[in-house]
């Protein structure tokens, strides 16, 4: 008798535990996903305020203090117009990454996306922190090869790697590089003067090799 009561508070304890762990999880992933869902439409608003000419706006909405202290209006302005020159408007974004932290009362979370936009593709990291319950941007990093600021100027002749444009040296290799008259007339030059067709080249119609492709068709 006693030992059927103690079996039986033991399983109702189990069942508890049980279903507390069960309710914990799906509580904290509701509340990881609809996070994630706050931080996603955060970055949204940004990227089509950057389109639309009124990302000046969101720098006092949707920023810290901490990124206002090392981020003028003026750079946040231009951020803007390079996000919107460069990239266009966004397509399609997915969450890579996501991390929530927590320093004494303060809530952070890490999230990095890979977008696509009009122009191209790019890597988003944004920092935000928890104030009240929004989510503010506190750092904001755009990568892509369509952001950096000078598009190469050429390709080294010597070992092949992308120099900007005004480079005089090869900063892969040191190669002196012709100034951009030179290189432009060179170029024509070259195109005028080859007797031979330019196309011609190694890889083209190569030459059955070994001797097994005499033997078919026979
Ligand atoms: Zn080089």
Redesign the pocket.
Known sequence: MNVKVVLGVALAAVVLMVALIIGGGVYLYRAFKSSSQVLSQTVDELLTAANNGTFEQTYRTHTTLKFRDVTSLEEYRQLGEAIRTRLGRLQSKKLTGLYFRQFNATRYADASYQARFEKGPATIHVRFRKRGDKWLVETFRVQSPRLRPELPGGT?P??G?D?PKGAKF?P??G?SLPSEDESAKGKAERARDSGEPPTESHEASPAPASGDSSDKGH
Request: aromatic share 12%.
């Open positions: 080294c010597a070992c790697k120099y090869c892969s290799c190669q």
